[in-house]
């Protein structure tokens, strides 16, 4: 599947792209990226098929030992009262388990010391990691990528993209909205045609964005893994762009 963004530059097999919400993304055929977003809190507690299978088995007891209102009555109680210790309990064992920072960095670090051979330089994002891989150039179906993406819980929806499109990507500009951009770029859709290009309102937009995002950074450099000497050519010259477009080398910058 072509890339239907926006394409803002290309240089080679680089290509960068606006997308949907008007931020700037690397798109590289070959060099793999892979982001870790933090762990969220959990919210769930027994989930809905086994609280709907205790809900009906309490009610037909209770309707028994009762009647129906206080089967119904008992029912409700009892489910609600072991999804609020389940949740509590998963929280419990979330929170055990580090820090989401912890936790991802602790994936990062299992995945790159079981690769000595790789070569990784690890970025901080404003939600999670990023990793950059440098030894060698990767097809976005190889299933080398594939169980990378698994052990370190990439996005399905990421990796899913990247098979698609046979291109890894990264977001190398702000989020609009974490610097105090709310309204949305015109048109607010991500499939590109020539005639958006001249559109007032969105030449507005963008000339506001990138006003913005100056005193931002989409990420910031962190630490480098693996074998130091092993790097592909074409990969270092997606890591020098990447970088210079992020600003991953101004730790005083904002990340957003």
Not at 83 to 112: C, K, M, V, Y
Not at 189 to 206: G, M, N, T, V
Request: hydrophobic fraction near 45%.
């Amino acid at each position: 599947m072509p890339i239907r963004e926006e394409i803002v530059a290309k240089e080679g097999d680089l290509v960068l792209t606006r997308n949907s919400y008007g931020a700037l993304c690397l798109n590289t055929p070959n060099v793999l990226f892979a982001d870790v977003d933090f762990a969220n809190l959990p919210r769930r507690g027994l989930g809905f098929g086994w609280s709907l299978l205790l809900l009906v088995s309490v009610m037909s007891l209770g309707t028994v030992q009762f009647h129906l209102l206080g089967g119904v009555m008992l029912a409700t109680a009892v489910t609600w009262a072991s999804n609020r210790l389940a949740r509590s309990w998963r929280r419990h064992r979330f929170r055990r388990a580090g820090t989401p920072e912890q936790q991802a960095r602790r994936r990062i670090d299992d995945f790159a010391a079981a690769r000595p051979q790789w070569h990784l330089r690890l970025y901080r994002t404003p939600a999670g990691f990023r990793l950059l891989a440098l030894h060698r150039c990767f097809e976005p179906d190889d299933a080398e990528v594939a169980a990378c993406f698994s052990q370190l819980g990439v996005d399905p929806v990421y990796a899913r993209m990247c098979r698609m499109q046979q291109c890894f990507r990264a977001r190398v500009s702000p989020k609009p909205w974490r610097i105090g951009i709310h309204r949305r770029i015109r048109p607010p859709y991500a499939a590109w045609r020539a005639e958006h290009a001249a559109l007032p309102e969105r030449l507005q937009w963008i000339a506001d964005y990138e006003h913005a995002s100056g005193a931002f950074a989409a990420c910031r450099y962190v630490a480098s893994f693996g074998e130091e000497r092993s790097v592909a050519d074409a990969a270092r010259q997606v890591q020098e762009r990447h970088d210079a477009w992020c600003r991953a080398d101004q730790p005083d910058l904002q990340l957003a």
